[in-house]
């Protein structure tokens, strides 16, 4: 058999023609000479179709390579790899496409202009617009925040929502944060991931949450409302002492409605409901600590000096402990000297 185009003897491929003329003759892929991208300024993310996403450029190009350039059906298994070179006033790409026409590997390439134009997507547009969906009120019972609590809990937020952003949450930002009548409110964008921020928030600091909501318009006929999740901490603290039924009590840990605390006199740990404690009285907080040289132990009870008027106590130990230490923590409610938990105590 020979080529009808070629005269070359040999196998024909198809239409009466060998393998090279019937490649020369026919073009498998065909696209645009020029592609116009869309960019945030702000964010950074790129538009696709009529959506916003925050794929690398890279990424965002073989999306709309894929989507306008047209490749034949005829070819199996094609696989897309670009190149681009920035110039001054636009972007210089290489499209590659390679797949395969029955057994033979087809490779073609286009030169083609990528133009970026700057355009802010939807989520900016809120954010500058002040958009938001729910209000994160955080209030203390009784008292104000403090600074410390003020800090940490910003820091616990903003990771939140930095963390739900990374999940895929593009929609959610903070619009703004102020402190507020003692306490934080919080300007999220959007409803669900505040409900899980609150919820978040009191797992770690304790509380009650009581939500609310207020009719802000109609929108796709439907009535939208804003909501606001109020959180109100307890009064008590992490580290407060406490009296409590007679006895003083440590604090430490609160979480959800359960408080951890410590008995001081025998070092025994409980857990209460914060409504057991409400009514308690808080005795004091960091500044009651101090430290006293240990000048001798037995097994039931320490000797100790305050460094300051050298005076001597004797104190009775809460467990069969052996101090490995010159300086031990107490703290001294009214007349009576309670021992610390340290990291340098052998329990025997």
């Not at 355009?119 to 500058?128: A, T």
């Not at 969906?133 to 930095?162: C, H, W």
């Not at 703004?176 to 978040?200: C, N, R």
């Not at 402990?321 to 007349?335: A, H, N």
Request: aromatic share 8%; with cysteine.
């Amino acid at each position: 058999m020979f080529c009808v185009e070629c005269g070359k003897i040999g196998e024909i491929f198809r239409d009466a023609v060998c393998v090279d003329c019937y490649m020369k003759a026919h073009s498998f892929t065909k696209g645009p000479d020029v592609i116009s991208l869309s960019t945030c300024p702000h964010c950074g993310s790129y538009k696709y179709k009529n959506s916003w996403i925050t794929d690398s450029f890279d990424e965002i190009l073989k999306r709309w390579i894929k989507h306008l350039f047209d490749i034949s059906g005829e070819i199996n298994k094609p696989k897309i790899s670009t190149e681009h070179k920035e110039e001054k006033e636009y972007i210089k790409g290489k499209v590659t496409i390679t797949g395969f026409l029955d057994n033979i590997q087809i490779t073609e390439e286009h030169d083609t202009i990528v133009r970026i134009k700057n355009d802010v997507c939807d989520v900016c547009s809120k954010r500058f617009g002040g958009y938001h969906e729910a209000i994160v009120q955080v209030r203390a019972d009784n008292r104000n925040l403090t600074k410390k609590e003020i800090t940490m809990i910003k820091k616990y937020v903003e990771s939140l929502v930095k963390s739900l952003q990374e999940k895929g949450h593009r929609g959610l930002f903070i619009t703004d944060m102020g402190e507020e009548h003692g306490g934080l409110d919080f300007f999220i964008s959007d409803k669900g991931s505040a409900k899980t921020i609150t919820k978040k928030i009191q797992e770690s600091y304790g509380g009650e949450i009581k939500k609310s909501s207020k009719n802000i318009g109609m929108k796709d006929g439907r009535q939208v409302y804003r909501m606001t999740y109020l959180l109100r901490l307890p009064s008590i603290r992490k580290g407060d002492f406490i009296s409590h039924e007679g006895a003083i009590f440590n604090i430490y840990t609160i979480s959800r409605n359960k408080v951890h605390i410590l008995e001081l006199s025998g070092w025994t740990e409980k857990i209460f409901d914060i409504k057991e404690l409400e009514n308690d009285n808080i005795i004091g907080r960091d500044e009651l600590i101090k430290e006293m040289i240990l000048v001798s132990q037995t097994k039931e009870e320490v000797q100790l000096m305050d460094p300051k008027t050298y005076k001597t106590f004797e104190v009775r130990k809460p467990k069969n402990i052996s101090y490995d230490l010159k300086k031990v923590k107490i703290v001294k409610i009214e007349d009576e000297i309670f021992l610390l938990p340290d990291n340098n105590i052998n329990h025997k």
